[in-house]
């Protein structure tokens, strides 16, 4: 007998590395309801935008409502046990430690501390790895992010990288160059959101600037060929997010999605669902639009989640048992993935 699974069940178990997600944006919508409802707050309207700006708002009016430690460290172990349950076996979210440090009038370390604490108990209970992105946002002023970069070398342990996230400038990266080069000489990734809103051009400019080992979204460099030509020269990975690129208007629709075309062109491409529950996507749900939308095979979907376990700022240890578990999973002839239906 032919047992049939859906194909969102059979890709959940697709083993993963998720690179492209910010805590905050992942936050269970009823855990955010719940705390707006506690502290007062307005309900952060979660599908009211159209594009990045807009997007950014209802971002923060989330991030306002995490008032406690209590609540950072319930949406980060509800984040971890959210992400097992998508198969992924090693998280990289985005997070900022500064902003809760001011809120809850403790010191940046001791902020970093406690998130860290928490996420790393969690990870053991859900035997997944978590490290993470200390995100930054491109307004801040250049030396501040440059202090940023000094906080994130210090405190490294658990942490990947130094992001920079919000509105990409048009150019000015110069300005930039220095934290890059402090996260880059300790060993630590640097992974800007570019090639968003802005086009070639400037992605150009940032990588010249920044010299990024992976960059959040980098869909608009499909505008030039060239540039495609050199993130593959270089092996620059671009932590791609469908359908936060259709949600938040920088492409029309997942059909035409440049995805295909940066793999044509050798582009290093992972999958990544950016702000899940703000989006109204997971993991899970990105391999399958990129399956159903733009006819990916199983092998091609599991291509691109090896993709992820080859570049991401894992243990070793990880990545040798991520990568052979996806093996397995492509190589298991269990009548469902034969079976299974989009
Ligand atoms: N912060 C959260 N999501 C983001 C996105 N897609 N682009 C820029 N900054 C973000
Ligand atoms: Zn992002």
Redesign the pocket.
């Known amino acids: 007998m032919t047992v049939t699974v859906e194909r969102s069940t059979w890709l959940a178990t697709l083993p993963k590395a998720h690179l492209h997600v ?1 805590l ?2 992942a936050a269970r919508a009823t855990t955010i309801a719940e705390f707006a409802n506690r502290h007062r707050l307005p309900t952060p309207g979660v599908a009211d935008f159209n594009d ?1 700006p807009e ?2 708002d209802c ?1 923060r009016q989330v991030t306002d409502v995490i008032a406690t430690p209590e609540d950072l460290q319930r949406v980060i172990c509800e984040f971890v046990a959210d992400e097992a349950a998508e198969g992924v076996r090693y998280s990289e979210p ?1 997070v900022g430690p500064w902003l809760y440090a001011d809120r809850f009038g403790w010191s940046v370390p001791d902020t970093l501390a406690f998130i860290d604490g928490t996420f790393q108990q969690a990870a053991r209970r859900h035997d997944i790895e978590v490290r993470y992105l200390l ?1 930054v ?1 491109w307004a801040r002023p250049p030396d501040w992010i440059e202090q940023a970069a000094r906080f994130a070398v210090k405190h490294a342990r658990n942490v990947a990288g130094l992001g920079l ?4 400038p048009a150019d000015g990266f110069e300005r930039y160059s220095r934290a890059a080069a402090i996260i880059r000489a300790h060993g630590l990734l640097v992974v800007p ?1 570019l090639g ?1 809103t802005q086009g070639p051009q400037s992605i150009r400019a940032a990588i010249t600037a920044l010299r990024p080992h992976r960059i ?2 980098g869909v608009r460099a499909a505008a030039d060929p060239r540039l495609l030509d050199e993130l593959a020269e270089h092996r620059i990975v671009c932590d791609v ?1 469908p359908t ?1 690129n259709v949600r ?1 208007a920088v492409t029309s629709d997942l059909a035409s999605h440049p995805l295909p075309r940066m793999l044509r062109h050798g582009v290093a491409v992972t999958l990544n669902a ?2 899940p529950t ?1 989006l109204d996507t997971t993991l899970t749900s990105e391999y399958q639009h990129v399956g159903n939308a733009l006819g990916f095979t199983d092998h091609q979907l599991a291509d691109l989640a090896a993709e992820a376990a080859s570049t991401a700022g894992m243990t070793e240890a990880t990545r040798t048992a991520l990568l052979s578990s996806i093996r397995r999973w492509l190589a298991d002839d269990q009548p469902a993935k034969e079976g299974h239906r989009g």
């Open positions: 910010h905050e944006g990045l997007f950014l971002f985005m995100g946002n996230a919000g509105v990409e959101h968003e959040a979204h997010c936060s938040l950016d702000d703000l």
